[in-house]
Nanobody
Framework: QVQLVESGGGSVQAGGSLRLSCAAS????????MAWFRQAPGKEREGVAI????????LYANTVQGRFTISRDNDKNVLNLQMDSLKPEDTAMYYC??????????????????WGQGTQVTVSS
């Protein structure tokens, strides 16, 4: 049974950092393409970053490029998202997602079939 559990959210001031983690069970993170999405109140869920199964290739949304880093720990079976230089507009519920596909072209919500419950990130100015 596939399960994704996010952790690491919290409240931080603008310019600060947070590290989100997504603990996976039921599959090996290195064999799946995985992603982080976020959803702010009243807005659509948007893609933040992906890590493809093939070679751990990554792709970031323009809004977070250079500030966020996606990574995975194969031994712990965890997907991480290091978020630096946080801005108030980064405030959202952050979700981890996974697909058994080894390659996804873009950060598209429709590519993913497994989702976590989310962890809240709040950035104050």
């Amino acid at each position: 049974q596939v399960q994704l559990v996010e952790s690491g959210g919290g409240s931080v001031q603008a310019g600060g950092s947070l590290r989100l983690s997504c603990a996976a069970s039921g599959f090996a993170v290195r064999r799946y393409s995985m992603a982080w999405f976020r959803q702010a109140p009243g807005k659509e869920r948007e893609g933040v970053a992906i890590m493809r199964s093939i070679k751990g290739s990554t792709l970031y949304a323009n809004t977070v490029q250079g500030r966020f880093t996606i990574s995975r720990d194969n031994d712990k079976n965890v997907l991480n998202l290091q978020m630096d230089s946080l801005k108030p507009e980064d405030t959202a519920m952050y979700y981890c997602a996974a697909t058994p596909r080894d390659w996804v072209e873009t950060i598209s919500r429709s590519d993913y079939i497994y989702w976590g419950q989310g962890t809240q990130v709040t950035v104050s100015s």
